[in-house]
């Protein structure tokens, strides 16, 4: 019976040619490799890698690598003078003054230099009250009534470009800022350092792995003179150039600072991974030869390796400063109702 069944016999396909039902399969397992869609899918396929669309926007925007990266006063170097490398130790040779960061109008952070162990600490947030604050800054300065100042920088509306403006308060001042003020912009309150001689002086180091070029400024006012404004009597780099000249900076000193910026290059390479290019940092010799880390003022990175053709903007060596309203006269507004109160 079977022997007179008729059987159909399958279609045979050309020799050497993939059956229909194979290449279907082939073809579907071949869209969904290449990340395409099904019949009826309108989904659109995939978009190229994301190192790619950074490459082909590059050239409209700016691509920070670190949130350190910036112009301006970056207030987050102190965090990462601060923090520890794999030796458990804050920058090596760094010293700062005590800097107390502010945000959104309170005291967010604040940095001290010890002696005794020699690195950078960090206090507890029961520190951070306006009493702790103002008796610890409010110690005098010797040479000076200048006990305190404050930095802040801001982006103008109309250029666009980020100013910096400083304020220095006189211990009466600094009580109407802490006590006083009702706003406060985000940036730093720092004590005041003793110049090594009767005017004030700072020094700006524009660092590169290559050159490191080092400038000193010197107020052509005394700091003992009570009849100019503290900031007149003051102000270096961060002011107008008119209150102050360019003065020779001593060898030892470059030399100092100049190690002192490679340390912190190591010690930021230690803790992030990452590579720093180019900085422009501002410091202070007191009458002890000390040479203290004030602030910062422009920094960069070096992008990662996906990032390489990332547009890099170039160092700010020109910073914009702006003299605060307050002290556009001889005497400030807050010395003046300081005064008043003291009175």
Not at 3 to 26: I, N
Request: aromatic share 10%.
């Amino acid at each position: 019976f079977f022997s007179q069944c008729h059987v159909r016999p399958l279609p045979r396909s050309p020799k050497g040619a993939m059956p229909a039902s194979s290449r279907r399969g082939e073809s579907r397992r071949g869209e969904s490799r290449r990340g395409g869609s099904r019949r009826g899918d309108k989904s659109p396929a995939r978009s190229s890698s994301p190192a790619r669309r950074v490459s082909n926007d590059a050239h409209k925007n700016w691509l920070n690598s670190h949130q350190l990266e910036g112009d301006g006063l970056l207030h987050l170097l102190y965090h990462h003078l601060w923090k520890k490398n794999k030796q458990f130790q804050s920058c090596p040779g760094a010293r700062i003054p005590d800097t107390v960061v502010y945000e959104h109008n309170f005291p967010r952070a604040w940095y001290r230099y010890e002696a005794k162990n020699q690195e950078i600490v960090k206090l507890s947030g029961r520190f951070l009250d306006t009493s702790h604050i103002c008796n610890s800054f409010s110690q005098p300065v010797e040479g000076t009534d200048v006990v305190a100042k404050f930095l802040f920088s801001a982006e103008d509306e109309q250029t666009g470009r980020w100013v910096t403006s400083v304020e220095y308060f006189t211990k009466d001042a600094l009580f109407i800022f802490l006590n006083l003020r009702k706003e406060r912009p985000d940036g730093i309150l720092q004590r005041f350092v003793s110049a090594k001689t009767k005017h004030n002086s700072q020094i700006q180091a524009i660092w590169s792995p290559r050159v490191t070029m080092v400038q000193r400024r010197s107020n052509k006012h005394s700091l003992d003179d009570k009849l100019v404004s503290p900031y007149e009597r003051c102000v270096t780099f961060d002011g107008p150039s008119h209150y102050s000249e360019d003065k020779l900076c001593a060898l030892p000193s470059q030399e100092h600072i100049k190690q002192l910026c490679l340390s912190f290059v190591e010690h930021f390479h230690s803790t992030d991974h990452k590579t720093i290019t180019r900085m422009v940092l501002f410091f202070k010799v007191d009458a002890a030869d000390n040479v203290w880390l004030l602030w910062c003022n422009s920094l960069r990175i070096a992008p990662p390796k996906f990032q390489s053709n990332a547009r890099r903007l170039p160092l700010n060596l020109a910073p914009h400063f702006v003299t605060p309203k307050a002290h556009v006269g001889p005497v400030s507004a807050d010395e003046a109702m300081a005064q008043t109160l003291h009175d």
